[in-house]
């Protein structure tokens, strides 16, 4: 059976949190499409590559490399997804898994606009910048102790704007997705919310 549930929003807002507790719960596969954004900013930042180079010859493999998750991979992520040709690089890719059998989760900017304009299910999950950045900041700060809060919100809010202004798939809320504001919800109130309107969308 093909189900496709398309999770989007900013930064550290919870979608990861929330797609991997919806794909646990209804048993569906699930693909976080910003690691395949951070793989090709990782290449371009590590090995000098060129972009939609980089995006065109993207293995499975790359995404499980370590230190995709640095603030440094991220800002490089955000600078290579401005670009047409990577994006299109990565579309077949993601729609291929977004209808393979059993039913899927996708997460990321443009999968309930773009990607999967036709999910059976959208959700917008969003939260306040400060929320955000406090959330990514406990994160990255075990790694990195020296990072500061104000550091962390720097970098969130230039990625929201490269996300929000770019011509090419910008962030934004697809009509006929729910919006969840996760800023004053418990991780379980989110969840909660997340897999009943999926729910009700089956
Ligand atoms: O979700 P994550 O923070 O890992 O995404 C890293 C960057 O990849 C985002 O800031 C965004 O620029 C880009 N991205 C995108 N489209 C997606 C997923 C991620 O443009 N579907």
Same mark, same amino acid.
């Given at each position: 059976?093909?189900? +496709?549930?398309?999770?989007? @929003?900013?930064?550290? *807002? @919870?979608?990861g949190t929330i797609?991997?507790?919806?794909?646990?719960?209804?048993?569906?596969?699930?693909?976080?499409? @910003?690691?395949l954004y951070r793989a090709v900013g990782r290449k371009v930042l590590d090995a000098g590559m060129d972009p939609v180079q980089a995006a065109k010859t993207l293995m499975a493999e790359d995404l499980n490399a370590e230190g995709l998750r640095t603030a440094a991979?991220?800002?490089?992520?955000?600078?290579?997804?401005?670009?047409?040709?990577?994006?299109? *690089?990565?579309?077949?890719?993601?729609? *291929?898994?977004? +209808?393979?059998? @059993?039913?899927?989760v996708l997460d990321?900017?443009?999968?309930g606009t773009v990607i999967c304009p036709r999910a059976e299910a959208k959700l917008y999950v969003t939260a306040r910048a400060e929320v955000r950045a406090h959330r990514r900041w406990l994160e990255l700060s075990e790694k990195d102790p020296s990072l500061t809060l104000e550091q962390v919100l720097?970098?969130?809010?230039?990625?929201?704007?490269?996300?929000?202004?770019?011509?090419?798939?910008p962030l934004v809320a697809a009509d006929?997705?729910?919006?969840?504001? +996760?800023?004053?919800?418990?991780?379980?109130?989110?969840v909660a919310k997340a897999v009943a309107h999926v729910q009700s969308c089956k």
């Open positions: 059976m093909r189900f +496709t549930v398309a999770i989007d @929003g900013p930064a550290a *807002a @919870g979608k797609s991997k507790a919806v794909a646990a719960y209804f048993d569906l596969g699930h693909l976080d499409t @910003g690691l991979v991220a800002q490089a992520a955000s600078k290579v997804a401005v670009i047409a040709d990577v994006r299109a *690089a990565l579309v077949d890719f993601q729609r *291929a898994f977004a +209808t393979r059998s @059993g039913g899927a990321g900017r443009d999968i720097a970098d969130v809010e230039a990625r929201d704007a490269r996300d929000r202004d770019r011509i090419e798939a006929d997705a729910l919006v969840i504001d +996760t800023s004053d919800l418990a991780i379980s109130e989110a």
